[in-house]
């Protein structure tokens, strides 16, 4: 009613709204029962991006969400592993020539595979699934990017093997993964994104 009145135009054409969040044993908080979590002292301790995380992972569109210590525990291993993906990454592209670089065999497998999840992920995060998009996204940066790929290309690196191919993919992975991430944990990704070589826009601006 607030924008309507200001702006003489709708806010929002689509509005998501959750159930009810509930502690781990599917109890309704309350602070009587003892049971409630303060979100503010969650994002002092942890960062918000752990709060919303946690929130977001593996909840259903309309379902009670069961909150616990463990949750924001999990989410801050993941957005930690985030950054220190990142992180390496970075590091292994101070002497990178960004000049056209042409992938082949592992190293196109890898771009393919990335594309794939891409076009996986817009397909469930249109249609506002947030429980198949952020567990698609777990998945793939945790077990595959950072526990597969990044292990795999590292080596390449240090052996100065087809080392412009590892970079080239390490990066163009990275991006499309932080671009995927950006609406879940958005305060990390854009400062990620804001020390990622050859970036002209706010990763809130740019398009996946």
């Known amino acids: ?17 959750h159930g ?28 918000a991006d752990v709060l919303r995380w946690a ?16 949750k924001v525990i999990g989410a801050r291993n993941f ?3 985030v950054w220190n993906a990142s992180k390496f990454v970075m590091m ?5 020539d960004f000049s056209e670089v042409k992938v082949e065999g592992k190293y196109e497998k890898y771009i393919k595979e990335n594309d794939e999840i891409v076009k996986k992920y817009k397909k469930h995060f249109d249609k506002l699934n947030i429980t198949t ?5 777990y998945k793939y940066f945790w077990f595959t990017f950072a526990d597969k790929i990044i292990e795999d290309l590292k080596q390449d690196i ?3 093997t087809n080392k412009k191919q590892a970079q080239y993919v390490l990066l163009y992975i990275l991006q499309n993964n932080i671009k995927m991430l950006h609406p879940f944990i958005p ?18 601006v740019e398009k996946l």
């Open 1 to 17: 009613m607030m924008g309507l009145y200001k702006t003489n135009q709708v806010p929002f054409k689509k509005v998501l709204l």
């Open 20 to 47: 009810i969040v509930r502690d781990k044993n599917h109890q309704k908080m309350s602070k009587s029962k003892g049971n409630s979590i303060d979100p503010i002292t969650i994002c002092d301790q942890y960062g």
């Open 55 to 70: 929130m977001l992972y593996g909840t259903k569109v309309g379902d009670d969400i069961a909150f616990s210590d463990d």
């Open 79 to 81: 957005v930690n592993k």
């Open 92 to 96: 292994n592209l101070s002497d990178f």
């Open 133 to 137: 998009s952020s567990t698609l996204l």
């Open 158 to 160: 240090k052996n100065d």
């Open 187 to 204: 305060f990390v990704t854009e400062y990620i994104w804001s020390l990622l070589p050859e970036r002209k826009n706010l990763l809130i």
